[in-house]
């Protein structure tokens, strides 16, 4: 099943949330405005605020605040990715040159410092404690997140419980974060709020896990980013962490030297990768995260929207891009 299929039943609830970001977008600050349509128009899945709506509407809720919500979570998100970019000193996201390439540096973590201000304020509509909480500490353990990311950058000695750890901070929080936020606003029960947690916490990772096969398995044009580049930033993601652990002498010390080096033979590193079955072993931790997300919500309500919640397990480790 595709992601639209996916998101048909709360196709309306998101193009209210598409006019939510575009009016909270709106500022005085010319370039402000000109950054932020420029990454509305890049689009990207939206997963992020697809699980507030799905898990509210899951569990009944018939409010207007999910919209709201679901934008700050998106604002979380784009900030994230300005900021992130700056620090890889990408220049590729999504099939087009990214805010920092074309805007420059500067404007890019100003204008994610926007985002989350801009965030923070909108949050305080939802008039609920709870919420606030929530998205609160998830910004400062995606903070966290980056920052042990950076310290791992070309370190070849990262273990896998290290790296695990900053996809639990970096990428999976957020998700969390928004499937709980869902829950919330829909008045759940504190088992219903964990199921919700736990459920966006897999998924989370899972999509991340995917995203490090992808690196080294997908094609450039449909990932919207040169494959390869985690290995170009130094980063030792899953499939290079299994290699320093399976692979030959011989392998190892190639993997050692492109990791602290940036700078590598791709085809060699292809080979190692495969001759240790590292995207298999990837793919299989991110399929056990997406069983993980599953059995979450095995006490849901039976709705159309649980049933999406659940097929999007199976989407996130059978997606090409």
């Avoid at 099939?95 to 890019?108: D, K, L, P």
């Avoid at 290079?240 to 990791?259: K, N, W």
């Amino acid at each position: 099943m595709k992601l639209p299929d996916l998101l048909a039943p709360i196709a309306q609830d998101m193009t209210h949330v598409d006019a939510v970001i575009r009016e909270r977008l709106n500022s005085e600050v010319v370039l402000i405005r000109t950054i932020g349509d420029y990454i509305v128009g890049a689009g990207g899945k939206r997963m992020r605020p697809a699980l507030v709506l799905m898990i509210a509407r899951a569990l009944g809720y018939e409010g207007k605040h999910h919209h709201l919500m679901a934008a700050v979570v998106e604002f979380i998100h784009t900030a994230t990715l300005l900021h992130d970019d700056v620090v890889d000193e990408s220049g590729m996201r999504r099939g087009r040159q990214t805010a920092n390439a074309v805007f420059g540096n500067a404007a890019s973590v100003l204008v994610g410092d926007y985002l989350y201000s801009r965030s923070f304020e909108m949050m305080v509509d939802a008039g609920s404690m709870r919420v606030m909480a929530i998205l609160s500490e998830a910004t400062t353990v995606i903070a966290e997140g980056e920052v042990l990311q950076l310290l791992n950058v070309h370190d070849p000695d990262v273990s896998e419980a290290r790296y695990l750890q900053v996809v639990r901070y970096k990428t999976a929080k957020l998700f969390e974060a928004a499937a709980r936020v869902g829950a919330v606003l829909a008045g759940a029960t504190p088992e219903q709020e964990e199921a919700a947690g736990a459920y966006g916490r897999h998924i989370g990772t899972a999509f991340q896990l995917v995203d490090d096969v992808l690196d080294y398995s997908g094609d450039a044009e449909a990932l919207g980013k040169d494959v390869g580049d985690d290995l170009r930033e130094g980063k030792p993601t899953l499939p290079l962490i299994r290699v320093m652990e399976q692979g030959t002498e011989a392998q190892r010390d190639m993997i050692r030297q492109a990791i602290e080096t940036g700078d590598a033979d791709f085809v060699g590193v292809a080979e190692a990768i495969r001759s240790t079955n590292a995207l298999e072993y990837t793919m299989e931790a991110a399929r056990n995260e997406a069983e993980l997300a599953r059995a979450a919500l095995q006490g849901y309500p039976i709705s159309v929207y649980r049933e999406s919640l659940l097929e999007f397990c199976a989407f996130a480790v059978k997606r090409d891009r």
